[in-house]
T-cell receptor, first 115, second 111 residues
Framework: EAGVTQFPSHSVIEKGQTVTLRCDPI?????LYWYRRVMGKEIKFLLH????????ESGMPNNRFLAERTGGTYSTLKVQPAELEDSGVYFC?????????????FGQGTRLTVV | GQQVMQIPQYQHVQEGEDFTTYCNSS?????IQWYKQRPGGHPVFLIQ?????EVKKQKRLTFQFGEAKKNSSLHITATQTTDVGTYFC???????????FGTGTRLTVIP
């Protein structure tokens, strides 16, 4: 069974440019989360989808960040325009909504560097 | 909003020494999960605790969930170099489907 996959693995862009990150969750996982880890610090929550609906987007830093999950499958996170402080590793995770095992399975992350 | 704090932020131990990280939530949790992230890697699930006062063991790792379901701890006995990494707790609030991660404890084991 395929795990959570993220594209690209690395991205280096200039300040002011646009970047789109993609996450393919594990098939059948309705929960999809986006997290960000900056400079080796804590994993900060960005937002949470249940299927195609945004359940909680309280962690989104500002309106330069836009997440979508059309059809409730894969998700994209767009940063437009990117700023220097947006650099970090963006993790996507998915999990089942209910059941005995609801742990989050993480993708390998996308390392974003804004220069 | 919900906050999950962990202490210490960093811990350096000699190989063979014990290690403990503590996790505290500002609100009551329905369950708590622990993850380990190796340097350069992504968080990997270790265990989930659900019941008040629950204790679970995985070889040298012992996990506890507090009676009030607001705190948890991870204890590693006789650390090994393979234990290096950052350990995160992640709490799920009552009635919520979201996971909020703690600030993490980065463990360094000195051979």
């Amino acid at each position: 069974e395929a795990g959570v996959t993220q594209f690209p693995s690395h991205s280096v862009i200039e300040k002011g440019q646009t970047v789109t990150l993609r996450c393919d969750p594990i098939s059948g996982h309705d929960n999809l989360y986006w997290y960000r880890r900056v400079m080796g610090k804590e994993i900060k929550f960005l937002l949470h989808f249940v299927k195609e609906s945004k359940q909680d987007e309280s962690g989104m830093p500002n309106n330069r960040f836009l997440a979508e999950r059309t059809g409730g499958t894969y998700s994209t996170l767009k940063v437009q325009p990117a700023e220097l402080e947006d650099s970090g590793v963006y993790f996507c995770a998915s999990s089942q909504v209910s059941g005995a095992r609801t742990e989050a399975f993480f993708g390998q992350g996308t390392r974003l560097t804004v220069v | 909003g919900q906050q999950v704090m962990q202490i210490p932020q960093y811990q350096h131990v000699q190989e063979g020494e014990d290690f403990t990280t503590y996790c505290n939530s500002s609100t009551t949790l329905s369950n708590i999960q622990w993850y380990k992230q190796r340097p350069g890697g992504h968080p990997v699930f270790l265990i989930q605790l659900v019941k008040s006062g629950e204790v679970k063991k995985q070889k040298r790792l012992t996990f506890q969930f507090g009676e009030a379901k607001k705190n948890s701890s991870l204890h590693i006995t006789a650390t090994q170099t393979t234990d290096v990494g950052t350990y995160f707790c992640a709490g799920r609030g009552t009635g919520a489907n979201n996971l909020f991660f703690g600030t993490g404890t980065r463990l360094t084991v000195i051979p």
